[in-house]
């Protein structure tokens, strides 16, 4: 992670920060005039020299892949799709392994923390095939060891926007001790914070200010119900 990329997402943790974002309702409606919801828009102008940006932040509960030392004799049994696909709108998959659920953030997370940081509010971008942000997956312990997180958990900054599932469902089948592992529940000994990834909204174009922040959701059809009537565009968010 480059280092300017890192610095704007622990700045983004600074309760002192000024958000380059504002939430509002959006500006995309259907064929039949169904509209997005809320939408996330610029604050400021970004111009073309400050491209690519990190705008905010993604938060939720994130579910890790399967640990390094149970690769290759073990199956991921994480279900990252809920039977009622309504369930999923809020569900990111990451290129750094796992994937963040922004909906379960009301069953384990200090929502109280998370809702008084304004930068934590990725999971609002709405969707269109023409857009401007792009989803930067990352894990979190890489900023922590580079030193620069070691003031976070103060009265100086955010919580992190992201915990480690604890919820005591499957996580992966280990067929070498023909064993089932289980994410750990609250009331256990939780996995190590530094396991949890994290997603940056990196803006990738200039964008004036008032103009909305859109993510390629790339979903196939059928589409769940709370896409259909605004949402449009070929192929998986």
Not at 58 to 71: N, Q
Not at 168 to 188: C, G, H, I
Request: negative net charge.
């Amino acid at each position: 992670m480059k280092q300017v990329t890192a610095h704007q997402i622990l700045h983004l943790l600074k309760k002192s920060h000024v958000p380059k974002v504002v939430i509002a309702d959006s500006a995309i409606t259907g064929k039949n005039k169904v509209g997005a919801g809320k939408g996330v828009f610029a604050k400021h102008d970004v111009s073309s020299n400050e491209v690519p940006m990190v705008m905010c932040l993604y938060p939720g509960i994130y579910s890790p892949c399967i640990p390094i030392h149970a690769v290759g004799c073990a199956e991921y049994l994480a279900n990252q799709y809920s039977s009622d696909i309504e369930e999923n709108a809020y569900i990111v998959n990451l290129t750094c392994g796992g994937y963040i659920d922004g909906r379960a953030l009301d069953s384990q997370y200090d929502k109280e923390a998370l809702d008084s940081n304004p930068s934590a509010c990725g999971h609002l971008i709405n969707h269109a095939v023409e857009s401007n942000v792009d989803i930067l997956s990352f894990p979190w312990d890489v900023l922590i060891e580079s030193g620069a997180f070691m003031a976070i958990g103060d009265d100086c900054h955010f919580s992190l926007p992201n915990e480690v599932r604890a919820d005591a469902s499957p996580w992966y089948y280990d067929t070498l001790l023909d064993e089932l592992v289980r994410f750990p529940n609250q009331k256990q000994t939780p996995l190590p914070q530094t396991m949890a990834c994290g997603a940056a909204m990196i803006l990738r174009t200039p964008i004036s200010q008032g103009e909305e922040l859109l993510l390629d959701y790339g979903l196939k059809e059928p589409y769940p119900t709370w896409a259909k009537g605004w949402y449009q565009g070929p192929s998986t968010k």
